[in-house]
C-alpha cells in the first residue's frame, strides 16, 4: 500500500522564513524543511494499481503557474483544542480552483471525493493535548506576509509515517502551464 497526497512546495526562500519564525509553544511538533507543503489533495492508502491510475490522472490536469504569498496564521482545532498550527496564503482562488480540478480527476480515476472544505495552507506544527498556549504565537505573526511568489508546478507524495512525524517522498512532477 502506498500512502499519497498531492501538493505544492514553496520555494527555499519562504521554506526559510516560516522556519525562522517556528518556536514559542510548548510541546508542539514543529516541522521541518523537507516537510513544508501546501496539500492539495490527500489520497490516503491505495494499491500500486489505483497509485499508478492517480499518477496518470494528474499527468492530464492542465493549470497556469499560481502566483501567492504568505497571508497571516492560524490554527486547527479537535474537540476545542488546537491540533495544528499554519500559515495562511493568499489569494485562495486559485489554489481552491487547482484543488477542485485534481479532485475531479483522482474522482475518475476511483477515488472517494474530498469531502472537508479546502483552505490553503502550510502546516507549521502539530500538538497534541500537552502543547502550550498558542495565543502568543498567532498574535506576533498575524501579521505574516511575504513578497509574491510562483508556484509552477505541483508533486506527488508518498507520505511514511515514523516516530518523528511523516516523511514525503516526491513520486512524480507536474509543470504548471497555462
Known amino acids: 500500500m502506498h500512502r499519497?497526497?498531492?501538493?505544492?512546495?514553496?520555494?527555499?526562500?519562504i521554506r526559510a522564513q516560516l522556519l525562522a519564525l517556528m518556536g514559542g509553544v510548548a510541546n508542539a511538533r514543529w516541522q521541518d524543511d523537507a516537510q513544508l507543503h501546501i496539500t492539495l489533495r490527500f489520497i490516503g492508502e491505495v494499491a500500486r494499481p489505483?497509485?499508478?491510475d492517480a499518477a496518470i490522472a494528474l499527468s492530464n490536469i492542465h493549470y497556469p503557474p499560481i502566483p501567492v504569498a504568505?497571508?497571516?496564521v492560524g490554527q486547527f482545532d479537535s474537540r476545542g483544542r488546537p491540533n495544528a498550527l499554519w500559515a495562511g496564503l493568499r489569494p485562495r482562488d486559485a489554489l481552491a480552483a487547482?484543488?477542485?480540478?485534481?479532485?475531479?480527476?483522482?474522482v475518475r480515476c476511483g477515488l472517494e471525493p474530498e469531502?472537508?472544505?479546502?483552505?490553503?495552507?502550510?502546516?507549521?506544527?502539530?500538538?497534541?493535548?500537552s502543547a502550550g498556549t498558542t495565543d502568543r504565537f498567532l498574535e506576533a505573526h498575524a501579521g505574516l506576509a511575504?513578497?509574491?511568489?510562483?508556484?509552477?508546478h505541483f508533486l506527488l507524495f508518498e507520505s511514511t509515517l515514523g516516530s518523528e512525524g511523516a516523511a514525503y517522498?516526491?513520486?512524480?512532477r507536474y509543470p504548471l502551464r497555462a
Open 115 to 129: 469531502r472537508r472544505a479546502y483552505l490553503p495552507h502550510i502546516t507549521l506544527a502539530r500538538m497534541n493535548a
Open 4 to 13: 499519497l497526497f498531492v501538493g505544492l512546495r514553496p520555494p527555499p526562500a
Open 50 to 52: 489505483q497509485a499508478e
Open 70 to 72: 504568505l497571508a497571516g
Open 146 to 152: 511575504s513578497p509574491n511568489f510562483t508556484l509552477d
Open 169 to 172: 517522498e516526491v513520486v512524480e
Open 98 to 106: 487547482l484543488h477542485k480540478k485534481i479532485d475531479q480527476a483522482l
